[in-house]
């Protein structure tokens, strides 16, 4: 919203741009409210016996505001899995692993069957992402699943191929029906690299990674990839 006006009796209150409530000091028969951004101020004046009606009016105000804040966040489709070329494998010694093209939670999905015969390790399903991370994002995927407890780990790789962030799910439940996994910046950490002191501000691939706990095959279902 580019501008908003809340009408309470005896004021009004107005607020443009990214704004935040102030309440000044008081004085004897009125109290003085304000809204500050970035680009402006707006003060106004209001009678004590409205006080408390107007700061509910300038707190809904913001509430708003952050709600449109948030609708208006863009939403980049990284991948809709309507093809799977751009994917590979990078299974662990003496485990199964292959893509197929199948009924996604929207048009088609990425299925990924594993097989560990008995062994430990892993199998990874990576593809090549080049992408700027500002402050704060959020990474968006529907995920189904129809094997065993393991370890689902979703991770970020920069451009040498070396350093390494990750969301892990340990000992993670697959779901039979479609849910939505949301990963924000505060949930990923470092998994290992050279670089300790790099910052995730880049990255080139994305990976998801089955690690065993429980072992076993099964399959999963990956689609609507979204940043």
Excluded at 23 to 44: C, K
Excluded at 80 to 86: K, L, P, Q, S, V
Excluded at 122 to 140: G, H, Q
Aim: hydrophobic share 40%.
């Amino acid at each position: 919203l580019q501008n908003l006006i809340e009408r309470v009796p005896g004021t009004f209150v107005y607020a443009l741009g990214d704004c935040r409530p102030i309440v000044l000091t008081p004085q004897e028969s009125s109290v003085w409210l304000g809204i500050s951004g970035s680009s402006q101020r707006v003060l106004f004046q209001v009678p004590l016996m409205h006080r408390l009606l107007s700061i509910s009016a300038v707190v809904l105000a913001m509430l708003l505001l952050g709600v449109s804040a948030l609708k208006s966040q863009e939403v980049r489709t990284l991948d809709d899995f309507e093809t799977i070329d751009d994917w590979r494998t990078a299974p662990a010694d003496g485990v199964e692993m292959s893509f197929a093209l199948d009924e996604g939670q929207q048009g088609s999905g990425l299925r990924i069957d594993i097989d560990f015969r008995g062994h430990a390790g892993w199998a990874s399903a990576i593809r090549p992402l080049s992408l700027d991370l500002p402050e704060n994002f959020a990474f968006e995927f529907d995920l189904r699943g129809q094997a065993p407890n393991n370890h689902l780990e979703v991770k970020f790789i920069d451009e040498t191929g070396e350093n390494v962030w990750w969301r892990p799910y340990r000992n993670f439940e697959f779901p039979d029906a479609w849910r939505r996994m949301r990963i924000k910046r505060r949930h990923v950490e470092r998994a290992w690299g050279p670089d300790l002191d790099k910052p995730l501000n880049k990255i080139s691939a994305i990976e998801f990674t089955v690690a065993a706990g429980e072992g076993g095959q099964g399959s999963l279902w990956i689609d609507n990839l979204t940043f």
